[in-house]
C-alpha cells in the first residue's frame, strides 16, 4: 500500500465510525420514442457510500456560491459522486451543488460534497 492508500483506508474507517449511510442517486437517461412522444429505458441507480455532515461557516455563506441551508458532506471513497446525482440522506433529498476530490497523486481519499435543497 501506498501512503495515500493508507490515508484513504484512515479515512474510510473514521467516516464509518462517525457517519452515516448516504445514497447518491443516479439517473441515467432513457431514449425517446418518436412515435409515442414518450421516453422509455430511464433507469435510476442508488449507490450507497459513507458520509459525515457538515455546515458552513456563516462568514463564508455569501448568497451566491454558498447559500444559507447549504451543507458539505465529506464522502469517502467508496463511490465516485458526479455532479447530476442527487444525495439522500435518511428522507431528505439534496441536490450538489459542487464536488471537491482530494485525489493526490492518483488516489482519491475523500470528495467534499455541497449540497442544496
Known amino acids: 500500500m501506498s501512503f495515500y492508500s493508507d490515508m484513504a483506508a484512515v479515512a474510510n474507517n473514521l467516516l464509518a465510525r462517525f457517519g452515516t449511510s448516504v445514497v447518491l442517486l443516479r439517473s441515467t437517461p432513457g431514449s425517446f420514442n418518436h412515435v ?6 430511464a ?3 442508488e449507490l450507497t457510500t459513507t458520509g459525515i455532515q457538515q455546515s458552513f461557516k456563516a ?3 455569501d448568497g451566491t456560491r454558498i447559500k444559507k441551508g447549504d451543507k458539505m458532506y465529506v464522502l469517502d471513497d467508496t463511490q465516485t459522486p458526479v455532479m447530476t446525482d442527487k444525495l439522500k440522506v ?4 439534496w ?13 482519491a481519499i ?8
Open 59 to 61: 462568514e463564508l455563506v
Open 36 to 41: 409515442t412522444g414518450s421516453d422509455s429505458g
Open 43 to 45: 433507469t435510476t441507480s
Open 95 to 107: 441536490s450538489i451543488v459542487n464536488i471537491d476530490e482530494k485525489n493526490p497523486a492518483g488516489t
Open 110 to 117: 475523500v470528495y467534499f460534497v455541497q449540497v442544496r435543497k
Open 90 to 93: 435518511g428522507s431528505e433529498y
